[in-house]
């Protein structure tokens, strides 16, 4: 069955940087395109990066561009979120999404979700 | 970016009642509309897509309509596990984007 992971959360200063991982399982990870999803303490949902089947096509939300990096490594079935220059309002649960299908752009399948607090 | 509108913000029903959600969208997103289930402590879960579409698993009590910027999910005859909030999500155009949910509490 279907299983995304996410790992790598925790406690970091402001200005601090941390790097999360999705590790992937259950399906071909190479044939779907990925996604980023956090959601602040009590509040909504913000998808904040996404990136192709292959990689080379990759969007961000203007309230992490130039600060985070979506990659992946389709060998190791796994997605990663380079965070830099983290700030108090980052602070949030991140999922990593996949679509339902492979050609599909809602998101079908949805990991466990890993906590980021910014705090000095 | 698109702006999701849900209302209301809290809808109180009692067990076995119809509950009734709204999402608006800021401009039109076709029929590119999810509908999303989340539980306290859980990840969100797909219900409806393609605005009126249930995802597998998704029983019968739940169905989506709508199309354009204006788009309902209706819960036919809410059981007790119902309970929880609601988002709508358009997937026409990056960023794809969220209303701010719906909570369906027990009246």
């Known amino acids: 069955q279907v299983q995304l992971v996410e790992s790598g959360g925790g406690l970091v200063k402001p200005g601090g940087s941390l790097r999360l991982s999705c590790a992937a399982s259950?399906?071909?990870?190479?044939?779907?395109?990925m996604t980023w999803i956090r959601q602040a303490p009590g509040k909504g949902l913000e998808c904040i990066s996404h990136?192709?089947?292959?990689?080379?096509?990759?969007y961000y939300a203007d309230s992490v561009k130039g600060r985070f990096t979506i990659s992946r490594d389709n060998a190791k079935n796994s997605l990663y979120l380079q965070m830099n220059s983290l700030r108090a309002e980052d602070t949030a649960v991140y999922y990593c999404?996949?679509?339902?299908?492979?050609?599909?752009?809602?998101?079908?399948?949805w990991g466990q979700g890993t906590l980021v607090t910014v705090s000095s | 970016e698109i702006v999701m509108t849900q209302s209301p913000a809290t809808l109180s029903v009692s067990p076995g009642e119809r509950a009734t959600l709204s999402c608006r969208a800021s401009?039109?997103?076709?029929?590119?509309l999810a509908w999303y289930q989340q539980k306290p402590g859980q990840a969100p879960r797909l219900l409806i897509y393609?605005?009126?579409t249930r995802a597998t698993g998704i029983p019968g009590r739940f169905s989506g309509s709508g199309s354009g910027t204006e788009f309902t999910l209706t819960i036919s005859s809410l059981q007790s596990e119902d309970f929880a909030v609601y988002y709508c999500?358009?997937?026409?155009?990056?960023?794809?984007?969220f209303g701010q949910g719906t909570k369906v509490e027990i009246k």
């Open positions: 999404a996949r679509g339902l299908y492979s050609s599909a752009w809602f998101l079908g399948y």
């Open positions: 259950g399906f071909t990870f190479s044939d779907y395109f």
């Open positions: 990136i192709s089947s292959s990689g080379s096509a990759i």
């Open positions: 393609g605005a009126s």
């Open positions: 401009q039109s997103v076709s029929s590119n």
């Open positions: 999500q358009q997937y026409n155009i990056w960023p794809w984007t």
